[in-house]
């Protein structure tokens, strides 16, 4: 893919990076509001997982597919749901109860470094089609100096203005949710171009959904008596989460993927806490410490770095 249309994918990452930035505090307030990480997620993915199948009703064929080719493919779905649905959504959403939605996401920016890492090394020891069609990365100076930088930086975030006797679960969180993403994006990309932006997506959706029950199943769900469900932050968080940050975004997100690869794609992330900042700043009234900026910045800086790295080569999907 060349010229206009390439370019046309990296803008539309670009925006969804926009929109993904400010979920951190969407997600904020409605915690704030009651609800907790997993009521959260499953209330926006069922209505996602709605809207998307009269989608594909509407467009029919192979959108309306319900399995996909192999048991195999079934399992790479599971695991992307896993990975890019319930247990990315419920590590990050529990993390912004723990901490700052700044630091959460600047932590979670750490996903493109992530990324490169796990596909130099799925390329280096296996050897199939899979691996095959993820982007060639080689190990270089920019690589090496990101992730010493941006390991540092995460550092500084953590243990900011924590004693070593305390566990800072909320900043440890956002790294495995960081980690989550960092799998999903293994192969995302190659079962859209497989099967489709719309059924892929959907089979994420359902297998996120699966999972999630026993989460809530095991859990105290009294709390959502005293939610206050008549009022419009409740209700217009929610549907921004469902409808522009679930349907839409995973959509466009998940075919740019297959347009521009995995770990190109990816480096977008590293702008999520700059509108999360933006937001965070004139809607909820955080504020950021000196070691926390420091630290913040080390990893942008690092994820940056690292994104410049020399040796990345396009494989065609």
């Known amino acids: 893919m060349k010229g206009k249309g390439k370019f046309l994918f990296h803008v539309l990452a670009f925006l969804t990076m926009a929109l993904w930035g400010v979920t951190f505090v969407s997600t904020k ?80 920016c750490m996903a493109p ?41 995460m550092a500084m975030v953590i243990f900011d203005g924590v004693s070593l006797s305390l566990s800072p679960k909320g900043d440890i969180l956002a790294f495995l949710a960081a980690l989550c993403w960092a799998v999903y994006s293994q192969f995302m990309s190659q079962m859209s171009g497989r099967y489709g932006t719309f059924m892929a997506t959907r089979k994420v959706f359902f297998y996120g959904l699966l999972t999630i029950v026993p989460v809530l199943l095991l859990s105290d769900n009294s709390n959502l008596s005293e939610v206050s469900w008549g009022s419009l932050p409740v209700w217009g968080n929610l549907l921004f989460l469902a409808i522009m940050a679930s349907l839409v975004c995973f959509l466009v997100w998940n075919r740019v993927m297959a347009a521009i690869g995995n770990v190109t794609s990816t480096n977008y992330v590293y702008l999520n806490p700059v509108f999360t900042l933006i937001g965070a700043v004139i809607i909820l009234g955080e504020s950021m410490t000196l070691k926390s900026g420091l630290g913040s910045a080390m990893i942008l800086a690092g994820v940056i770095i690292s994104g410049g790295r020399i040796g990345l080569e396009k494989k065609k999907i």
Request: net charge positive; aromatic share 8%; charged share 15%.
């Open 29 to 108: 307030i409605l915690i704030n509001s009651g609800l907790t990480p997993a009521q959260i997620f499953t209330i926006r993915f069922v209505i996602a997982y709605s809207g998307l199948w009269i989608i594909c009703f509407a467009k029919g064929g192979e959108n309306r597919r319900l399995t996909s080719d192999s048991k195999k493919h079934e399992l790479v779905f599971l695991i992307l749901g896993i990975t890019g649905g319930s247990m990315y959504f419920l590590t990050e959403n529990s993390a912004l109860a723990h901490t700052q939605a700044c630091n959460v996401s600047f932590i979670v």
């Open 113 to 153: 470094l992530l990324t490169t890492i796990l596909t130099l090394i799925i390329r280096k020891v296996c050897r199939n089609s899979f691996s095959e069609k993820l982007e060639n990365v080689r190990i270089g100076l920019p690589l090496i100096l990101g992730t010493v930088l941006a390991l540092g930086g």
